[in-house]
């Protein structure tokens, strides 16, 4: 069974960094493309970034760009979100997901396996 685990969420000050990981298993487990949506309070869950298993192409929310980074991590079948200059409005829980075929990426419907999220907060 497909299983998606996040780490790296926690409390950081505006302007500053965190670091999410996404782990996935089994480790035979071949995705087509890894997104990370977030869902703030009261809010829908949304797109944020996504990347194919090739690592070719990447995909990022407006909002995102030129801060966020989404990346291969070093251990297998991982997936990482390296977050820079976090503004409050980034504030949210995090969610990584796993699509099964070519899908589209952030399309939340086309994602077929969900973490159970890590929350960020960014204080002002």
């Known amino acids: 069974q497909v299983q998606l685990v996040e780490s790296g969420g926690g409390l950081v000050q505006a302007g500053g960094s965190l670091r999410l990981s996404c782990a996935a298993s089994p480790l035979t487990f071949r995705w087509y493309v890894m997104g990370w949506f977030r869902q703030a309070p009261g809010k829908e869950r949304e797109f944020v970034a996504a990347s194919t298993w090739s690592a070719l192409n990447t995909y990022y929310t407006a909002s995102v760009k030129g801060r966020f980074t989404i990346s291969r991590g070093s251990a297998r079948n991982t997936v990482n979100l390296q977050m820079n200059n976090l503004q409050p409005e980034d504030t949210a829980v995090y969610y990584c997901?796993?699509?099964?075929?070519?899908?589209?990426?952030?399309?939340?419907?086309?994602?077929?396996?969900w973490g159970q999220g890590t929350q960020v907060i960014v204080s002002s």
């Open positions: 997901a796993a699509q099964n075929h070519d899908g589209i990426y952030d399309s939340r419907e086309d994602y077929n396996y």
